[in-house]
């Protein structure tokens, strides 16, 4: 039997390419997906140990709060005096030791805006006074020496166009300077670390404006001749005492390893997910390829159980066949999952995100992409395969034509019926009560597979609705929509291709739309501000910038807002840190339940979905854990969080025990005297802060555009994925369009004989690619628009409205036919250039 | 045989061929399937094609009918010369003014038997003449099979349908490839009175490919080909008078 799987390979190679290649696809996004995990792994491990350079311990000083360590709006570290550092060097068991201060240092490119923008952290440090210990090697130039001089990071330095000898914007505690590069450094191989911009200030300037008083941030020490790790650790804390930290190089680099994980994972995961769209896709084709080249071999099938083998034998064949097939597809998968990883570093790359290392290839990732590429083939071929091997021996001997026997439609009828009904309830329950996005998500499932499993009895008044355009093409277009259903079973398995691609689109799409209209309603309706300072860095807006915006004329309230994590229950919640009075100023909330009044006396504000999550309503108290540790908080307001993108507010006196205690402000909300000229005076405060380029003023609708863009480039990324899935469910039309011009070549033959010309052949074939993609864009939308606009309404996501971006829907709708007719393009090629006499006396 | 070396346009002919010759394969492998033959099909007639399997029927309808084309020598159809036609030229031409009826596989099976019979005005984009339409559609009895499919018919009722589309565009000629094969006795012979009938009273010209001497005794002549090459020519054939030829030709 094994022959047997082999020849039908050999005798059927040119239809196993397209199968073959739907399996490279989505195997190749599982490959690349873990090849990019591993080699963010080991690159950021190799990373973490060249940081920690030579040195066998580093001391820090213990955070007081460790609450505090995972809140990612906290940037402050705690510090210690630089004589510790002297301390370490007076004993016998250091060899050296180096104090490091490390803070926030923000390069000003030559167009005005911050280098990298919102995102990358940007660092600065001091230069080490012995430059042995320093992780970081000079490029070109020395080190700083004077407050006038820098170091910058070689990638930054050659994204920005800047060399040794320039004079270049830097942001320290101040308003913008103009330092002098005097040199530039890499860190290992690496010219850049994932985007961030780094500066080395000399050690002076470093020690006084980044913000740590003159002190320090860590200190760095080798262990002198014939002392081990654990006796100089020891030596360490016996001198420190009380308030430090001191741990090996391995734990520190552990330990960073651990708060990088799920970062890499996350990556990983959303890989992984798109993976998952196009091996789905992909087994739709697998399906159908396997379903109409054993149609062809039904004789071929009868002969063999005529002269004596088995059905099992048989069945067993043909699942050798589609194993070898998924293996092979699988191992060039892996193979194509390199360039995946590579292409996905240099694109991060060239958008300014340099990442460590080179590509880690792990047997596992092989394994697992053949193991996957095996699994789905041999999945999606067991149903034709089943359906193949139950014909009768004695077809081989009759001269009707043999046709495959007819599949179960009636338990697939049911089962389609059955999981749509289910699919439509899982809709109307999230609909109408507060079940949350798992029943959606159960539903999608549930309806996605039983509109596939329908999807044949929907093609036929789906093609002659659809078809209507392509009879004004004449017969060529009557015949194509009539190719189209002549087999409905397989269209609609085309078709369903599309389907999941199309559905995802419009599904996004419409996510996207409603979150951006409830943004710009939210603003509109809430925001009461004319102007909003944002802060362009993580590093947030600094003081001297409001205090800048709050002296311009006719500027009457300029609210800061800072943001912090305090964890309620088990949720993590985003809060806003705001002035009450202020607050109230800038901001008008909907209040659905209580007063905000309680803010001022130490409560806190939910959002209705955050209230309702953790079962609170005003007059409750919640267990809190904050910045000084854990308290009790009484729940004074609950309002509508539509478009606000805090899930909490607190008064800056709550946040931090009495005295507050400070932390980012990343957004300050201005309100203009009612009076005045609101672009004179919104000029006026740009004015104010052109000294400080780190952060930016916008209006309300500047404001609202630069949120909505920021989820354009998100939706954009996305669509950009999905389009994969899209290619492969392409690849499925033009292989079952091949497939099935070598099935009707007779039938070419004739229509080419009674007078069908070359171009009306092509046109045909065309249509009715076009017609297949068509359907099957119906059928995404059929399934993508609901499932969006129940989505929105999810309670959750905080979205207030439904907004359906038809252009945007259109726009696929018409890809999707452009795409169609893309895919006839070869399979009409083929029917066209067939030898008229050759094709009248095929099989 | 009615050999002749002139009259590119004489009206009286439907097609001739002049030392046609088709070749297949190159060198060793070399088959000269038609080999020098030159002939003369006058409008009106009804002529059987006989021969051996290999002796070039097949290939010499197909030149005829401008289904491929010749290696060397010419094949006129109402007096236009086929080798001068590009392929666009040459599939106007078989739909316009050749008819086809083949064995088996005539009808596309998607399309109903009316649809199938208007196939070749459709692919022109031309109406069917109505009158002309009703008068072949009654003389093959097809009237209540029309709106079905092909798979809904009987194979001789496939075979008239076929009988039809390959006269409702009125050609210069109707070339059948042995379309009584596939038919038993009955429905074969239905189908020959019909052609028959066709020439008769339609004025139609019919060539035919054939291995059955009843069927070839139909025609008003028969064609006897051996090597590619027309050995024997038989007017007004009986049955006994084509098996007579045939033994001839084979001793």
Avoid at chain 1, 118 to 143: H, K, M, S, V
Avoid at chain 2, 207 to 225: C, E, Q, S, Y
Wanted: hydrophobic share 50%; glycine share 10%; aromatic share 4%.
């Amino acid at each position: 039997m094994w022959t047997l799987t082999w020849k039908g390979l050999l005798a059927a190679k040119a239809r196993f390419v397209m199968t073959a290649l739907a399996v490279i696809i989505g195997t190749g996004f599982v490959a690349g997906a873990l090849t990019f995990g591993d080699t963010l792994e080991e690159g950021f491990e190799n990373l973490f140990i060249s940081i920690v350079g030579t040195a066998d311990a580093v001391v820090r000083a213990e955070d007081p709060d460790d609450t505090r360590a995972d809140d990612p709006f906290d940037t402050a570290v705690p510090t210690f005096p630089t004589e510790v550092v002297d301390r370490l060097v007076a004993l016998d068991e250091v060899a050296v030791a180096e104090g490091e201060v490390e803070g926030v240092a923000i390069l000003i490119g030559d167009d005005g805006e911050p280098t990298g923008q919102f995102g990358p952290p940007t660092i600065g440090y001091n230069a080490y006074i012995n430059q042995e210990l320093d992780p970081a090697e000079l490029r070109t130039g020395r080190w700083p020496e004077t407050a006038d001089e820098i170091a910058i990071d070689a990638g930054t330095a050659s994204a920005q166009g800047w060399g040794v000898g320039d004079r270049v914007g830097l942001v320290l505690d101040g308003p913008v300077e103009r330092p002098e590069v005097v040199g530039t450094f890499g860190l290992g191989d690496l010219d850049n670390l994932a985007g961030a911009s780094v500066v080395v200030l000399d050690r002076a300037t470093a020690l006084a404006r980044l913000g740590t008083d003159g002190e320090l941030t860590a200190a760095y020490a080798v262990a002198a001749a014939g002392v081990d790790e654990a006796q100089l650790i020891a030596a360490i804390e016996t001198e420190l005492g009380e308030g430090f930290t001191v741990q090996t190089a391995a734990e520190v680099v552990a330990e960073q390893q651990e708060a990088f994980g799920p970062i890499i994972e996350v990556f990983s995961i959303a890989l992984l997910v798109f993976a998952v769209i196009a091996l789905l896709v992909g087994s739709f084709l697998i399906f159908n390829t396997f379903t109409i080249v054993l149609a062809g071999r039904l004789r071929e099938l009868a002969l063999l159980r005529a002269v004596g083998a088995s059905r099992g034998q048989l069945f067993g064949s043909v699942l050798g066949e589609a194993a070898l097939v998924g293996a092979v597809g699988g191992a060039l998968g892996a193979a194509f999952g390199l360039l995946v990883a590579r292409g996905l570093q240099v694109i991060l790359g060239t958008i300014g995100i340099e990442l460590p290392g080179d590509l880690v290839v792990l047997p596992r990732t092989i394994g697992v992409a053949i193991a996957v590429g095996v699994v789905i083939t041999v999945l999606a071929a067991i149903v034709p395969a089943r359906r193949a091997v139950a014909i009768p021996p004695v077809a081989a001997l009759t001269e009707v034509a043999v046709a495959a026997p007819a599949g179960r439609g009636l338990v697939r009828t049911v089962l389609g019926a059955v999981l749509l009904t289910g699919g439509v309830a899982a809709l109307a329950t999230t609909l109408l009560t507060d079940a949350g996005a798992v029943t959606l998500g159960v539903g999608a499932v549930a309806l996605f597979l039983g509109v596939a499993a329908l999807s044949a009895l929907i093609v036929r008044p789906l093609a002659r609705l659809l078809g209507g355009p392509s009879a004004a093409l004449g017969i060529s277009g009557e015949l194509a929509r009539a190719n189209a259903t002549r087999n409905p079973r397989r269209t609609a398995a085309t078709a369903s291709a599309l389907m999941i691609g199309l559905a995802l689109v419009s599904f996004v799409s419409i996510f996207a739309a409603s979150l951006q209209g409830s943004v710009r309603d939210t603003i509109e309706g809430s925001f009461l501000s004319d102007a909003i300072v944002q802060s362009g860095t993580l590093a947030g807006v600094p003081d001297p910038a409001l205090d800048a915006v709050a002296a311009v004329d006719d500027v009457e309230v300029v609210a800061a807002a800072a943001a912090g994590q305090v964890e309620l229950g088990d949720r993590t919640v985003t809060v806003g840190v705001m002035d009450l009075d202020q607050l109230r100023a800038v901001l008008d909330l909907d209040i659905t339940d209580g007063s905000l009044d309680g803010l001022a006396t130490g409560g806190i504000a939910l959002t209705e979905s955050i209230a309702d999550d953790l079962d609170l309503v005003a007059g409750d108290e919640v267990a809190a854990t904050m910045p000084d540790g854990e308290t009790t908080l009484p729940v004074a307001a609950v309002f509508d969080g539509g478009g606000i993108d805090v899930g909490a507010f607190l008064d800056t006196r709550t946040w931090g025990g009495p005295g507050g205690s400070a932390s980012t402000v990343f957004n300050a909300y201005v309100l203009f005297d009612a009076e005045a000229d609101a672009s004179r005076v919104f000029a006026a405060v740009e004015e104010a802060l052109v000294a400080y380029p780190q952060v930016r003023v916008l209006d309300q609708a500047g404001f609202a555009d630069a949120i909505a863009s920021q989820l354009d480039q998100f939706v954009g990324v996305v669509l950009a994925l999905l389009a994969l899935s899209v290619l492969v469910a392409l690849l499925g039309i033009v292989n079952t369009l091949a497939l099935s011009v070598v099935e009707r070549t007779r039938e070419i033959g004739l229509l080419r004989a009674v007078g069908m010309t070359r171009p009306q052949v092509r046109r045909m074939v065309r249509t009715e690619a076009i017609s297949v993609a068509l359907i099957g864009a119906a059928l995404g939308l059929l399934l993508g628009v609901p499932l969006g606009a129940v989505f929105v309404r999810i309670e959750q996501f905080n979205i207030t409205q439904l907004v359906l971006p038809w252009a945007q829907i259109a726009i696929g709708v018409v890809l999707a036919a452009l795409a169609g007719l893309l895919a006839g393009v070869l399979p009409a090629r083929r029917a066209a250039n067939l030898d008229v006499l050759e094709a009248l006396h095929s099989e | 045989m009615s050999a002749s070396s002139a009259g590119t346009d004489d009206p009286s002919l439907a097609a001739e061929t002049v030392e046609l010759t088709k070749v297949y394969g190159e060198a060793q492998a070399e088959v000269r399937a038609v080999d020098g033959v030159t002939l003369t099909v006058p409008t009106g007639s009804y002529t059987a094609v006989m021969g051996p399997s290999g002796s070039g029927k097949s290939p010499l309808l197909h030149c005829l009918a401008g289904l491929d084309r010749p290696t060397s020598g010419t094949v006129r159809i109402g007096g236009t010369d086929l080798a001068a036609l590009k392929d666009k030229q040459l599939t106007e031409l078989r739909r316009e003014r050749v008819g086809f009826v083949f064995q088996a596989f005539n009808l596309v099976p998607t399309l109903t038997a009316r649809e199938n019979i208007v196939l070749p005005l459709r692919l022109g984009r031309r109406a069917p003449d109505p009158d002309w339409f009703d008068a072949v559609i009654t003389s093959l009895a097809l009237g209540d099979r029309l709106a079905h499919k092909p798979a809904e018919l009987s194979g001789g009722q496939q075979q008239r349908v076929a009988v039809a589309r390959a006269l409702v565009t009125r050609p210069q000629l109707v070339f059948g490839d042995e379309p009584t094969g596939n038919l038993d006795r009955t429905s074969g012979q239905e189908l020959l009175a019909l052609l028959r009938r066709s020439v008769d009273e339609l004025g139609q010209t019919i060539v035919m490919v054939t291995h059955d001497p009843i069927a070839a005794a139909t025609a008003d002549r028969v064609w006897f080909l051996a090597d590619g090459r027309v050995v024997d020519e038989l007017a007004g054939p009986t049955v006994d008078g084509v098996l007579d030829r045939i033994r001839a030709l084979e001793s």
